[in-house]
Every structure is written in C-alpha cells, then in structure tokens.
C-alpha cells in the first residue's frame, strides 16, 4: 500500500484535519509510517523549542504604535511615487522581500536621477520603497507641484534573451558579474529601458499654490524664471537580475547613462537656487544642496537617513556611494563614471556588493 | 518639493524600440500637487492590521533573530513598507509574515544582529533557566541553530518560521506560493537539517 509523503506525515502532527481519511487510516496501522510520524514530532519538538522566543510577542503595542506613527508622519509624501497605477508593481509588492529589497533598488534609481550634473536641488529624506523594475535605475523627479513636467514617452521595460541584446539595445556595456556572492545562484534575467525624457517648465502660479498649501507665502520668482524650462534626460539603462530561491530579487547590477540637464532661457542654477528657497525645504538640507555644483562631482542621493546608512568607498578608482539599511538587511552601491551610473544592490551586506563591484568585467 | 521616482522609456540608443509620444493618462492622473509637510497617505486599514498583526510579525523575527528588540525594528520596518503597499487587507497577515521572515533572515545571514542577539538572549534565558551551566548549553545551541537556519534555503527557513509562529498550512501555502501539499515536506526537511544540526551539536560536547 502506498505510504503517505512526510509531508503529509508531517502535517498530521499540526492539522491531522488537514490529511486525508485515507492517508490517516493508513498510517494508524501502519508501523513504518507511525515510526516517522514519531521522528517527525521529535524534530519537530526540538526546533520549536530552539525557536521559542519566551514571550517575545508580550509586545508594548501602544508605544509600537507610537513609533510607526512617527515614522510614517515623518515621512515626506514621496509616496505619490512611480509606477502604482502600472500593472507591475502589485505583483511585485505581493512579495514582502520584494518590497524590502525595492527598497535599495529605488534607491539606486533615485540616485541615477540625482546624479551627475543635475538635480542636486531636489532632494528627499524619504523614499518609499515601491517597485522594483528595472524603470527605476532610470528615473526622473516629479516636480509638478512647481510647474509643468512633459514627458517624453510610454514607460517600458524589455526582457532580453542576453547580455549580447541588452548592449545592442542600450549601447552600454553590460558588466559582466565574475563572482557570485554566496547563496546567489543561476543565470539572471536581462532587462533594458530605453532613454527617458522630461521637460520641467517652472510655473510662477504653480509654485506659488503649492506655498498656499503649505501655509506660506511664495518668494518672488527672480525675473525670466516664469516660463523657464529644463530639460532632463537619463538612460537608456540595463539590469541583470539574480533571483533567490524564494523567487525575490537577491542580486541586481544595473547601468544605465547618468541623467543630463539643458536648459532654455534660464540658467540651470538659478533655478536651482529658487527652488532652494521655497518653503517645505528644511534648512539644513537646502545648504547641504546649495554645495552641489554642476560638474557632476557630487552625488546626491534621496537618502532616508533613518533607515539608510551611507559611506563611501572606492570601487575602480572611482569614489562610489554605499548604501546600507539599517536593519542590515540590504545593500547598495553605486558610483557614477563617464557619464555612466553602476548600480549594484541585493539582500547581502556591503562587503559583498562591493565586492561584485569591484569583479565586474 | 517632492522628488518622485519615475520610469520612462523613449527609443534614444534603442532604435528597435517604437516611440510612444506623449505622456500616459497614467502619468497624468498621478500629475498632483506635491507638499512637504503632508504626512504619508498611510493606508486606512494601516491602524487596524497594524493592532492586529503587529504581535505576529515581531513573533516571526523574534524566532529567526532570537532577540525582541531587533524583531521589533524588523516588524517596524516591515508595517512602514506594508503601509505604502496596496497589498489587500486579507493577504495582509500573510504578506507581512513573509516580509518578516525574509527580512529578519537577511539580518541573520549578515550576521549585525548577532551581538545584539545573543546579549538579548541571554537576558531572558535567564528568567527561565537557573542553572548557569544549562544557560551556556541552551545560548549555544540557539545559536548553532539560527545559524543553520540561516544556511537553509530561504523558502525552507521561511515556512518553518512561519509555521512555528503559528500560520495554518493554508496560510503558509499562500503566502509562500506553495501547495498546501509542500508546505509539510519542506518544514519538514527544514526541522529535519535542523534536529542534525542540534544533535551534531549534542554528539560533540
């Protein structure tokens, strides 16, 4: 007669209401399967009381509550973010790892956004970790609040077959990953995004409603800034993706061409320099962004500092920016090279990203 | 001001692209006016899941990192991410468990945590073991084991915590995009590698 699977024999120990009549029936006279059932529950036993965590769920929920109010109050709004209306984020977001991982990953999008010669002037505490796609290492701010934001066309990502396709299609060289780190195995899926574009038009009237609704006044716009526009463009960008055994993201390394600024009528700075002085920028911040100058020597980074580590390091020669979670979770870094960013993030910690950084051909 | 992330795609050096022109009714719809000071639009049901669920998701990490405190920053960043997602109310429990599990997994592997955890440990085996000796064996093989545990496949480790934190098989099936008829053969495997490890243990004192 056929025996039960351990799994269902395993199951017998938890919800016996859950394992057939047949299968129950059979193993009640069955000794072989009455001996596993037996070992089952002794390891069983075990663990459990190796994983017992001594009331640990006796949590303080008021003060629990309290915290995560906070947190989330202090959060700014970045959270009319990218992509919730698009059909790829909610089945990323269905996956919790997804989601923690997203976390670097929009991250290093962010970053691409802010990097190089444009854009040090917005810059948020927060990012909320929402998507996870390969659209985010080439991302732009939305600053409609101040204006108006044309862009250039319909956001999409390809699945490629290989590396080969992706650099056919994105003219970047896709860095080839000579070691994996440990627990990240296979072959990754290839994706690339093409070039992106948007014009910010900076509107007097615009800016000066979105002050009303944070209760404040609007400075007066400096002349020919009325009207003015930037344009920005980033990409085209490629990822590899590692998939962990669980299906989540363990690995990505990305590149993409770093975002470039033109401007028409108004110098780029000036409207840097307004921008600064609206209201909502907290202080410290808005100095800290006045330093960033135009050459792309700096790399600003959306960094949410109560969840995010920063630090440098170098990868190549070049100066890279490191990020870290602060529950240690993930990891990230990226540097920018020649008009190109280089992303590398996962669930592994700093010593391994940087060291798929520095492998990669 | 708000820096918002966004994708977009346009031909540039990817000439086998079509160009789309013009931007999406999607894009447009989220064309809203940004402020500073306005608190994250949390989700409604945030408070609700958050009573609900919270005791469960610092349970889940407690077991994988073996101290409450980091379990509680786990499950604190675990519910901000919850609180931006549109997972449905009723898949809640589930995805928050996972999210838990992996994160809490994550920061084992690295091994930050382990300072933090074993100190917090040891606190409470106080409490519940007063013999010293007994205190030193049990730390010891509580961390042999969340070590193996961490050596484990991810979705091995993950079902074993969940179904040790009390989720039905039904749940752990769905959260984990499993049979129900898998989940007891891998908590199985996963108590199994585990037993060995504690006996390994055991067999080498």
């Known amino acids: ?361 | 001001m708000e820096l918002v992330q966004h994708g977009r795609t346009a031909p540039g050096a990817a000439p086998s692209v079509p160009k789309t022109v013009g931007a999406s009714t999607a894009w447009e719809e989220r064309r809203v006016p940004l402020r500073r000071t306005t608190p994250v639009a949390a989700r409604p049901d945030l408070e609700q899941v958050f009573r609900r669920d919270y005791p469960l998701v610092v349970g889940v990490a407690a077991r994988v990192l073996g101290s409450r405190d980091a379990a509680e920053d786990v499950a604190q960043d675990v519910f901000l991410s919850f609180s931006r997602s549109a997972v449905p109310a009723d898949e809640a429990r589930g995805w928050l468990s996972v999210a838990a599990a992996h994160t809490a997994l994550n920061a084992l592997r690295s091994g930050r945590r382990r300072a933090v955890r074993e100190e917090t440990a040891a606190t409470a085996e106080d409490a519940v073991v007063s013999d010293v000796a007994d205190t030193v064996v049990a730390l010891e093989e509580r961390r042999r084991v969340r070590a193996a545990l961490a050596r484990l496949p991810h979705k091995q480790a993950v079902a074993l915590v969940l179904r040790h934190s009390g989720l039905s098989y039904a749940e752990v099936a769905a959260a984990l995009d499993l049979s129900p008829g898998s989940v007891g053969t891998t908590v199985r495997r996963a108590e199994s590698t585990l037993r060995k490890e504690l006996i390994r243990h055991a067999s080498s004192d």
């Open chain 1, 1 to 361: 007669m056929r025996h039960p699977t351990e799994g269902v024999l395993r199951r017998l120990l938890d919800e016996p209401a859950g394992v057939s009549t047949t299968d129950r029936a059979h193993v009640t006279d069955c000794s072989q399967c009455l001996q596993l059932v037996a070992d089952a529950r002794r390891d069983a036993t075990a663990v459990g009381v190796v994983l017992a965590t001594g009331g640990s769920e006796q949590v303080d929920l008021a003060a629990a509550w309290q915290r995560l109010s906070s947190a989330t109050a202090a959060t700014p709004t970045a959270v009319p973010v990218a992509v919730p209306r698009s059909a790829r984020w909610r089945p990323a977001l269905q996956r919790p790892a997804v989601a923690a991982l997203a976390f670097a990953v929009v991250l290093t999008g962010a970053g691409t956004a802010a990097a190089n010669d444009w854009l040090p002037i917005f810059r948020t505490e927060q990012v909320a970790p929402l998507s996870i796609t390969t659209a985010d290492l080439v991302a732009l701010p939305d600053l409609s609040a101040y204006g108006d934001l044309g862009l250039g066309a319909e956001p999409q990502v390809r699945s490629v077959p290989d590396a080969a396709r992706a650099e056919e299609l994105t003219g970047l060289d896709v860095p080839e990953v000579d070691q994996l780190p440990s627990g990240v195995t296979g072959e990754p899926i290839h994706q690339v995004i093409g070039e992106l574009s948007a014009t910010f038009t900076f509107s007097a009237e615009r800016a000066a409603a979105a002050a009303a609704a944070s209760g404040e006044a609007l400075p007066p716009p400096p002349a020919g800034l009325d009207g003015g526009s930037v344009r920005l463009d980033a990409g085209p960008g490629a990822a590899q993706i590692w998939t962990s055994s669980s299906g989540a993201p363990a690995l990505i390394v990305g590149r993409a061409a770093a975002p470039t600024a033109f401007s028409s009528g108004v110098p780029f700075e000036q409207v840097r320099d307004y921008l600064l002085s609206l209201p909502g920028l907290p202080d410290d911040v808005a100095a800290q962004l006045r330093t960033f100058t135009a050459d792309g020597s700096v790399l600003p980074l959306p960094v949410p500092a109560d969840q995010v580590r920063t630090s440098t390091a170098e990868v190549d020669g070049t100066s890279a920016t490191v990020l870290e979670t602060r529950n240690g979770a993930l990891a990230a870094v990226l540097w920018v090279d020649e008009g190109v960013v280089t992303a590398v993030a996962g669930s592994l910690d700093v010593d391994e990203v940087l060291a798929v950084a520095r492998g990669l051909g």
